[in-house]
């Protein structure tokens, strides 16, 4: 299936062959060979990359490792479709505008029949593309709409965002797998499910745990990570964890939000 990456920290980081290590789940070691995409959080805009092809098979890979793209937030996603041919509008991450920042989302699973079973109750977020994921998240920033609408230019209260987010991933989890990484611009939110794993070339049955957390700095250092020469707090998301120690799974229905490389909010 599908895989997620994350990463929030309290200073501008570089990655390394941490997202080379993820490029190779698209299409070399996984078989996750629709697309990929990469968003770089910075100021209140998002710089984003995205390929309807093999993560393995980019070019933009290296180059982002050796062009000192650095971020605070990351959102990388690579892709194996299942809703939606591989083309550009249905690859992750998905970018809109809501309250004056730039909103990221990118999905792992399955959401059957999301579209009879929860319909739009407006009209300002449509998607581009075919994905059940795209229209999962047109489907929250709908949710989140009036709460950025009534902020007058101000970032909403965290709780009510988190409301918002824990009560639409529990919708989605009854339509299946409903893995999820969502940033405001402020707080970079992850909802962890279950999923399908990669064995052998074949997917088997879905289970926990969705996502890990990459909990200690050592995991970083291993995964060779450019941090600023002040000390940088930073925490890690992953379908997959990418190095062989230091990531915990989270529980199936958690929510966490980090806010510059700190947990600053977890549901169960």
Not at 84 to 105: D, K, Y
Not at 233 to 255: K, N, Q, Y
Request: net charge negative; aromatic share 8%; proline share 4%.
């Amino acid at each position: 299936m599908c895989e997620l990456f994350g990463v929030s920290t309290s200073q501008p980081v570089r990655l390394h062959c941490s997202l080379k290590e993820f490029a190779k789940h698209g299409g070399r070691s996984h078989v996750n060979r629709s697309g990929w995409g990469v968003a770089y959080y910075e100021d209140n805009d998002v710089l984003l990359i995205r390929e309807a092809l093999p993560a393995s098979q980019s070019s933009w890979i290296g180059f982002l490792e050796t062009h000192g793209l650095t971020s605070q937030c990351i959102i990388s996603h690579v892709r194996y479709a299942t809703a939606g041919a591989p083309s550009i509008v249905n690859t992750h991450p998905f970018r809109r505008e809501l309250g004056g920042r730039m909103h990221i989302f990118a999905h792992n699973g399955g959401l059957k029949d999301i579209e009879a079973n929860l319909a739009f109750e407006a009209d300002e977020f449509r998607p581009v593309g075919q994905t059940d994921s795209e229209y999962a998240f047109c489907l929250l920033l709908q949710r989140l709409a009036p709460l950025w609408h009534g902020a007058n230019g101000a970032t909403p209260a965290l709780a009510d965002r988190l409301d918002v987010v824990v009560r639409t991933a529990a919708d989605l989890r009854r339509l299946g797998s409903a893995n999820f990484l969502y940033a405001d611009g402020d707080v970079l939110f992850s909802h962890a499910d279950k999923r399908r794993f990669d064995v052998d070339g074949k997917f088997g049955e879905t289970r926990p745990p969705g996502l890990c957390l990459g909990e200690t700095m050592e995991v970083a250092k291993g995964l060779d990570i450019s941090w600023p020469v002040t000390r940088t707090d930073g925490l890690m998301v992953a379908s997959v964890p990418l190095s062989a120690s230091g990531w915990d799974p989270l529980d199936e229905g958690t929510v966490i939000a980090l806010r510059d490389g700190v947990e600053v909010a977890r549901i169960s």
